[in-house]
């Protein structure tokens, strides 16, 4: 065989196997750059809440949860609807969420928490507290009154454990911790 024949099938041999690779590589780039990506984890600790009290608000003294809300990072936190929010309570007995669908627990929106700053916020759902609240009460008796709600609360949804909120665009977790029971013992070692 001729040299330049030898030279010739050569380059072709390594030209080809170069364009293999080279179609390998691009194939294998464009399949991990298109392979479904999984979620990124919720972030639990982004935003916190604290409870503050349970009383009736409305026409039909339905129960309002109030914490405060503390945004502990470096960004705004802002929500303008429900659109990507669900927010259902917490059970002790199964160690489980209650219910998401139809909007059991809803909140006022927007929210907004400013960066390393704390806000108030409500959460209400639809069960009316039975006594209404004597009309402008000394700060005692507003007090006392909302021990009594907060020992209703313990007592008829003694299975209630607080409420956790699902901003699933931003994969934020808020866990509103129960503290109605805590403020029971506290209103009965004051008396």
């Known amino acids: 065989m001729k040299l330049w024949k030898k030279i010739l099938l050569r ?15 691009i ?4 399949w991990y750059t298109n392979r479904p990506k999984p979620p990124k984890p919720w972030d639990k600790h982004a ?8 009383r009736p608000e409305g026409e ?9 809300l503390q945004n502990n990072t470096d960004l705004d936190y802002r929500v303008e609807s429900d ?14 969420f209650s219910e998401f669908a139809g909007h059991y627990v809803t909140t006022e929106y927007p929210i907004f928490i ?5 806000v108030r916020c409500s959460l209400k759902i639809p069960y ?10 000394s700060a005692d008796e507003r007090r006392q009154y909302t021990t009594e709600v907060a020992k209703y609360v313990t007592e008829q949804m003694g299975n209630l ?18 503290g109605w029971e805590q403020r029971v013992k506290e209103g009965s070692a004051k008396k």
């Open 161 to 178: 454990d607080g409420f956790v909120l699902f901003d699933t665009d931003k994969r934020y977790e808020i866990d509103f911790p129960s």
């Open 128 to 137: 009316p507290y039975p006594v209404k609240e004597k009309s402008n009460p």
């Open 27 to 30: 194939g294998l780039v464009m």
């Open 83 to 96: 659109a990507g929010i669900d927010i259902t309570g917490k059970l002790k007995d199964q160690r489980e």
């Open 47 to 54: 935003i916190s809440a604290e409870y503050d009290y349970v």
């Open 114 to 118: 400013p960066a390393r700053s704390r």
């Open 11 to 25: 380059s072709a041999g390594f030209g080809g196997g170069f364009a293999l690779v080279v179609c390998a590589v």
């Open 60 to 68: 039909k003294d339905n129960l309002s949860f109030n914490y405060v």
